[in-house]
C-alpha cells in the first residue's frame, strides 16, 4: 500500500468552497474507489472507477465528482452541495477488482469545513 | 441488498488472552472475505483474507474461520499483545462484484 498516495494530509474548507483531493498510485491497479469515514464509524463508498474513463457511483455519492483520465489518478471533488463534508476520505485501488485482489488504501485525507 | 454483519462493535482483552471477532453477509456468492487492522488516524491495512474455497486460514497468531453454510466468519487473534489494540473490519465480496461491503468495525482494546 505504500503505492498510493493522497495529498493533502489535512485540508481546510470554508463554507461554499469546492476542494479537491489527490490519489495517485503507483501500482498500474486498474481499479480505484474512495470511501468517507466519520469518527468511530465505518467505511463508506462514494465512487469507484474499474476502468479510465469510467466510474460509478457508490453509496454516498451525493454532493462529489470524480474523474479517471489517467490509470493512476482518481481525484475526488467535494462540492458545496455537500453539507456535512468533515471527515476523513480514503482512496483504495486493486488490481483489477475486489473479488480477486485485494484493496490496498492510501494515508488519507482529513477534511474539516470551517 | 449485500450486507456485512459485524460483531462485538467492541471488545476488551486482557493482555494475553485471546480476541474473538465475528462476521455475517447475506449474499450466498460472496467468495472473497478480507479482514482489516486501522490504527487510530492511519489506513486500514489488510492483515489476513480467505477465499471461498478454504475453512480456515492462519498467520502466526491470528486465524479466520469461514462457513460458509452460515455464511459467517470469525477473526481469531491469539496471545493478544498491546499493538493489537485498533479498529478491525471485516469485508466481503464475490465474483465479478465491483465493490467491497464492509462491516461497521470493531474496536478492540488490549488491557496490560
Known amino acids: 500500500d505504500g503505492g498510493i498516495t493522497q495529498s493533502p494530509k489535512y485540508l481546510f474548507r470554508k463554507e461554499g468552497q469546492n476542494v479537491t483531493l489527490s490519489c495517485e498510485q503507483n501500482l498500474n491497479h486498474d481499479a480505484m474507489y474512495w470511501y468517507r469515514q466519520d469518527p468511530g464509524q465505518g467505511l463508506r463508498l462514494i465512487y469507484y472507477s474499474q476502468i479510465v474513463n469510467d466510474f460509478q457511483k457508490g453509496d454516498i455519492a451525493e454532493g462529489y465528482s470524480v474523474s479517471r483520465e489517467k490509470k493512476e489518478s482518481f481525484p475526488l471533488t467535494v462540492t458545496s452541495a455537500q453539507k456535512n463534508p468533515t471527515a476523513f476520505y480514503l482512496c483504495?485501488?486493486?488490481?483489477?477488482?475486489?473479488?480477486?485482489?485485494?484493496?490496498?488504501f492510501g494515508p488519507g485525507t482529513r477534511l474539516t469545513v470551517l | 441488498g449485500e450486507n456485512v454483519e459485524q460483531h462485538p462493535s467492541t471488545l476488551s482483552v486482557q493482555e494475553g488472552d485471546s480476541a474473538v471477532i465475528k462476521c455475517t453477509y447475506s449474499?450466498?456468492?460472496?467468495?472473497?472475505f478480507p479482514w482489516y487492522k486501522q490504527e487510530l488516524g492511519k489506513r486500514p491495512q489488510l492483515i489476513i483474507d480467505?477465499?471461498?474455497?478454504?475453512g480456515e486460514k492462519k498467520d502466526q497468531r491470528i486465524a479466520v474461520t469461514l462457513n460458509k453454510t452460515a455464511k459467517h466468519f470469525s477473526l481469531h487473534i491469539t496471545e493478544t499483545q498491546p499493538e493489537d489494540s485498533a479498529v478491525y473490519f471485516c469485508a466481503a465480496s464475490k465474483w465479478r462484484a465491483s465493490k467491497i461491503i464492509f462491516g461497521s468495525g470493531t474496536r478492540l482494546s488490549i488491557r496490560p
Open positions: 449474499d450466498s456468492a460472496s467468495n472473497y
Open positions: 483504495a485501488s486493486s488490481e483489477s477488482g475486489p473479488s480477486t485482489d485485494t484493496q490496498y
Open positions: 480467505i477465499r471461498s474455497n478454504v
